[in-house]
């Protein structure tokens, strides 16, 4: 009977390939819009091209990585790159944890806290930075208002280097431990009640709970939420490069004491228009972030339950 | 023209990265779409108007950025071929980058530009001149300059106010920093002399015969003597503590005009606009007069039409409309922006022309003085990044990151790199 065995037939193809047309929506766009990007980076970045001239590039190799290793803005850029992922990550889940700890209580609208950790996270970076360099002025800043009410004095908190990775380490923070905490805190409701009924009867305080219970049961989320903060945290480029609007945006402060490295990319590729110099900073910012990412999983993987 | 540093335009900037294809040039119900892209205050928000009333076929939309997001936007539509507007406007610190790449250029000379040269200042046609021929741009106005200065503040320390007073107490700029040391002395509590060391190190570069770069495109700061005498000059002004320490153009500084925390400021033509805009309630508190050392040159701005656009001969005609001497000697009372067409400096109706938002300064005659007097300096390609550069350095003294010395050492480096 040919018709059946032809339904048949179809019918085998369909379970066999149609997963693969299911999830190839998204390896389309992610070849097209990630990987072939990527490729095309690290592609420019052996070639010596200027951003508006691609028709006189040259490929040059790993003139770029040779340049890169020895020229000290970079390094600089590097080292603020690490400062910043420091100042941003570890407080941000650590207040994180906190703040679910928190809303994991019984208390009244916990819904309206819940839903109002997450607002800074919907808002806008740019008017968020713009907001707190205001907050952060020399001049007229409420924070240094605040300051000088306790005598502590007044902060040009642009100028300086520990100054200024604090006031962007504070716009990052506020606006990303929201959403951890919503991660954390949809976990720590699947916590079973029981765990922490016996651990009571054990004479466990709250904070003992807290960190031999609560917290070895986060791990994956843990991990999880320190991978995602560290790709952002390592890339920052729109706190930085608005904290100090102006002309001289891109070199992230008078002496680039807060250029990212990817405020560095930025500059190079359209400051300088040095198209291959910058993408060369975007393949080795890539990497290190794979590693720092790394890092962070090692890390976080050593939280265990004693 | 220069940043009028608001930045939300900074929003636009990851975004039109990417992707922005904004719709230039699409047609809709018979109507021609044209976008201009500007930076700051050009004063054509009157005269697009007219032109469209007068022309019904063209539809024009008019998408303002800060300063420094506006060129670097610019570069990256051009590097990608796609989102420009069909006019961009591109200031005097970036024409030799972007005539560096003519080819992304619509060629004025070949939409009849050729018969329009001798409507500007020789100079200011050939600035935006490619090295084989092409003209990239039309020249709108040219930054002579002035200072600006507050009556009232000045009048607190014991100064005169007049501004022929004023102008006879500093002669030079060794006198105007010697002022400000007697200003100072008396000055209101929280008021200093000038805004940023930035801002008059740029009047005085604008003023030296040779600029930062050679004709030969050379980085010459380094052995520039009449620079590095400006920079020592303006260093000890700073040490003397006649420094608000606000850099031009960013949000401290608009709010350095609201609150007054200076008394001068280095007043290029556009200038006017900017302070009419940053602090309207200050009317008739500023003066202007004429500027130490006499002539000079910062800013000042060119239309182009990048080739990518969909409705370029159209573009052309507009950018040729807004740059013709009519246009430009209305931006001149409308916003104060100093027409690059010499035709005007001698028509009555601009040289007669008093500022009431200044006090009625007489800015037609101060102006079109500046700018017989002003001998065009050679403007080398990066000369907008340099700017940006030592302007870096001056703040990391006012900072007191580190001393005059280190900070010219550093910045000669960095140039120079």
């Given at each position: 009977m040919p018709v059946i065995d032809k339904t048949a037939r179809r019918h085998r193809w369909d379970t066999r390939f149609a997963p693969y047309g299911y999830v190839a929506p998204y390896f389309?766009?992610?070849?097209?819009?990630?990987?072939?990007?990527?490729?095309?980076?690290?592609?420019?970045?052996?070639?010596?091209?200027?951003?508006?001239?691609?028709?006189?590039?040259?490929?040059?190799?790993?003139?770029?990585?040779?340049?890169?290793?020895?020229?000290?803005?970079?390094?600089?850029?590097?080292?603020?790159?690490?400062?910043?992922?420091?100042?941003?990550?570890?407080?941000?889940?650590?207040?994180?944890?906190?703040?679910?700890?928190l809303l994991n209580r019984k208390v009244r609208t916990r819904t309206l806290f819940r839903m109002g950790v997450i607002l800074p996270n919907i808002t806008s970076v740019a008017a968020v930075?713009?907001?707190?360099?205001?907050?952060?002025?020399?001049?007229?800043?409420?924070?240094?208002?605040?300051?000088?009410?306790?005598?502590?004095?007044?902060?040009?908190?642009?100028?300086?280097?520990?100054?200024?990775?604090?006031?962007?380490?504070?716009?990052?923070?506020?606006?990303?431990?929201?959403?951890?905490?919503?991660?954390?805190?949809?976990?720590?409701?699947?916590?079973?009640?029981?765990?922490?009924?016996?651990?009571?009867?054990?004479?466990?305080?709250?904070?003992?709970?807290?960190?031999?219970?609560?917290?070895?049961?986060?791990?994956?989320?843990?991990?999880?939420?320190?991978?995602?903060?560290?790709t952002g945290n390592m890339r920052l480029l729109a706190e930085p490069l608005l904290f100090n609007p102006g002309a001289a945006a891109a070199t992230g402060g008078s002496d680039r004491q807060f250029q990212t490295a990817a405020l560095y990319l930025y500059e190079q590729g359209f400051t300088n228009y040095d198209f291959g110099y910058s993408s060369a900073i975007a393949v080795v910012l890539a990497i290190a972030t794979v590693i720092v990412a790394g890092l962070g999983y090692l890390v976080t993987k050593r939280i265990q339950t004693e | 023209m220069r940043p009028k540093a608001l930045a939300i335009g900074c929003?636009?900037?990851?975004?039109?990265?990417?992707?922005?294809?904004?719709?230039?040039?699409?047609?809709?119900?018979?109507?021609?779409k044209l976008t201009i892209g500007l930076f700051g205050n050009f004063g054509y928000a009157e005269l697009l108007k007219e032109y469209a009333?007068?022309?019904?076929?063209?539809?024009?939309?008019?998408?303002?950025?800060?300063?420094?997001?506006?060129?670097?936007?610019?570069?990256a539509h051009l590097a990608t071929n796609n989102g420009a507007a069909d006019i961009e406007a591109v200031d005097t610190g970036y024409i030799n980058q972007f005539k560096a790449t003519p080819d992304k250029f619509v060629d004025f000379n070949t939409k009849g530009g050729d018969q329009l040269e001798d409507r500007w200042l020789p100079w200011k046609w050939e600035a935006s001149l490619s090295k084989d021929g092409k003209q990239i741009g039309y020249g709108t106005d040219i930054g002579g300059l002035a200072i600006c200065y507050r009556r009232d503040l000045l009048q607190k320390a014991g100064l005169p106010a007049d501004r022929d007073q004023v102008a006879a107490l500093w002669p030079t700029w060794q006198d105007f920093i010697a002022a400000g040391k007697r200003f100072q002395t008396n000055a209101p509590e929280g008021v200093k002399w000038f805004d940023g060391g930035p801002t008059v190190l740029n009047a005085i570069v604008g003023q030296a015969s040779v600029g930062y770069y050679d004709k030969s495109d050379k980085i010459t700061v380094g052995d520039n003597k009449e620079i590095k005498a400006g920079w020592d000059l303006v260093v000890d002004g700073v040490q003397a503590g006649l420094s608000a320490k606000l850099l031009y153009s960013t949000p401290v500084w608009n709010t350095g005009f609201k609150q007054g925390q200076f008394a001068t400021v280095t007043c290029p033509a556009w200038q006017m606009a900017k302070i009419k805009d940053q602090a309207p309630d200050a009317a008739g508190k500023w003066d202007v007069t004429s500027v130490p050392g006499g002539g000079g040159n910062w800013g000042g701005s060119y239309l182009t039409v990048p080739k990518q656009g969909k409705n370029v001969d159209k573009a052309v005609e507009l950018a040729a409309w807004l740059t013709a001497p009519e246009q430009q000697a209305r931006v001149f009372t409308t916003s104060g922006l100093l027409p690059s067409t010499p035709k005007l400096y001698d028509d009555p109706a601009i040289v007669g022309y008093k500022n009431p938002f200044f006090n009625d300064a007489p800015v037609g005659k101060l102006f079109t003085d500046a700018a017989k007097k002003l001998q065009p300096q050679y403007q080398g390609p990066k000369a907008g990044d340099i700017q940006t550069a030592i302007g870096n350095a001056m703040q990391r003294v006012e900072q007191g990151k580190q001393n005059g010395e280190e900070s010219w050492r550093q910045f000669v480096a960095d140039v120079q790199k």
């Open positions: 389309l766009l992610f070849g097209v819009f990630g990987l072939f990007p990527l490729l095309y980076t690290i592609w420019v970045s052996l070639q010596h091209r200027n951003l508006l001239d691609e028709g006189g590039a040259s490929v040059v190799w790993f003139d770029n990585y040779a340049r890169l290793l020895v020229d000290p803005y970079f390094w600089n850029a590097m080292g603020n790159t690490m400062s910043l992922w420091l100042l941003t990550t570890v407080p941000q889940i650590l207040f994180a944890l906190g703040i679910a700890a930075t713009i907001i707190f360099a205001q907050l952060f002025g020399r001049d007229f800043g409420l924070i240094n208002w605040v300051l000088e009410l306790f005598g502590a004095g007044h902060v040009d908190w642009q100028a300086g280097t520990a100054t200024s990775h604090v006031a962007i380490a504070v716009m990052v923070v506020w606006r990303w431990t929201g959403y951890h905490a919503l991660i954390f805190l949809a976990s720590m409701q699947a916590i079973s009640p029981s765990l922490y009924e016996a651990a009571t009867l054990d004479g466990a305080s709250g904070r003992q709970q807290f960190w031999r219970i609560t917290v070895p049961l986060l791990r994956p989320q843990i991990i999880f939420s320190t991978i995602i903060a560290t | 929003a636009a900037l990851a975004t039109a990265v990417v992707l922005s294809g904004c719709g230039s040039g699409t047609t809709s119900g018979g109507k021609t009333s007068t022309h019904p076929d063209v539809e024009i939309t008019d998408r303002t950025a800060s300063y420094s997001d506006h060129h670097k936007n610019l570069a």
